[in-house]
């Protein structure tokens, strides 16, 4: 009798729409540039002095690295200046060497911060006019030009949370951004910007096995003119990979 090996189905969201994502246990696979990558050799590192967690998946001539500073439960944001939350692809097809990491360059802001470096005073949210335009606070400061934002500010004129509603241009990660209004006061920085950005999360450690989701842009590391400019990864999926200690 044949043995019935189980396929365990992901239905998750990492975009606007929904994807199922199939494979055994433990797995590892994405879509990059729409294509589906599935790595055949899948294992976990976890440095025993620093905590470090490197996850390594190998498809013949393709290798998806992903490394997080620990191993809790949470998001960790890629393409900013901490540089232990990367990603990395290679590829050799037909002898030809790809290679693309998540960095730090410049560029449209992707996300701002969660939280106000400093919330000001006295702003207001976002107004209304009768043509039903929306107005939206510009900045200034940082790298870049043309960031303008959504802001909420509370009746004391604090500001509370903002989205952004045009990147921009030439910003990169860090970037302390000024919004203009109230008394020029409030402060908020650059998590990361498009081109090379992107998140790992980690859903589940038991110290013996780790799961997770993951997205990302990254950026042509070795200059060879053969590959695009950056590669995409979406709807990317660990299942229970193996955690060794790293070598």
Not at 65 to 90: E, F, H
Not at 93 to 100: D, G, I, K, R, T
Not at 120 to 134: F, H, K, M, P, R
Not at 205 to 228: E, M, Q
């Amino acid at each position: 009798m044949k043995k019935i090996v189980s396929i365990i189905t992901f239905a998750f969201v990492l975009t606007s729409c929904t994807t199922d994502v199939k494979f055994n246990n433990p797995g590892f696979q994405a879509y990059r540039d729409g294509v589906l990558f599935r790595g055949v050799d899948v294992k976990a590192y976890k440095s025993t002095t620093s905590g470090i967690i490197t996850l390594v998946a190998v498809s013949q001539d393709e290798e998806v690295d992903l490394g997080v500073t620990n191993s809790a439960l949470g998001i960790y944001y890629l393409g900013t200046t901490n540089q232990n939350n990367k990603a990395t692809y290679n590829s050799s097809f037909n002898n030809v060497s790809l290679a693309y990491k998540t960095n730090v360059i410049n560029g449209p802001v992707a996300k701002m911060n969660s939280y106000m470096n400093n919330g000001g005073s006295g702003y207001i949210s976002d107004l209304t006019t009768s043509t039903g335009q929306t107005s939206h606070a510009t900045t200034n400061s940082g790298t870049g030009s043309g960031l303008t934002l959504h802001v909420t500010a509370n009746t004391s004129g604090v500001v509370t949370s903002i989205k952004v509603a045009s990147p921009g241009i030439g910003y990169k990660s860090g970037d302390l951004i000024t919004i203009v209004g109230g008394g020029n006061d409030a402060k908020i920085n650059v998590l990361n910007v498009e081109g090379s950005n992107g998140e790992i999360q980690i859903t589940e450690f038991n110290g013996d096995t780790i799961s997770g989701n993951f997205k990302f842009n990254a950026i042509n590391s070795n200059g060879n003119p053969l590959g695009g400019e950056q590669v995409n990864f979406q709807h990317g999926v660990f299942y229970k990979v193996p955690v060794l200690p790293a070598p």
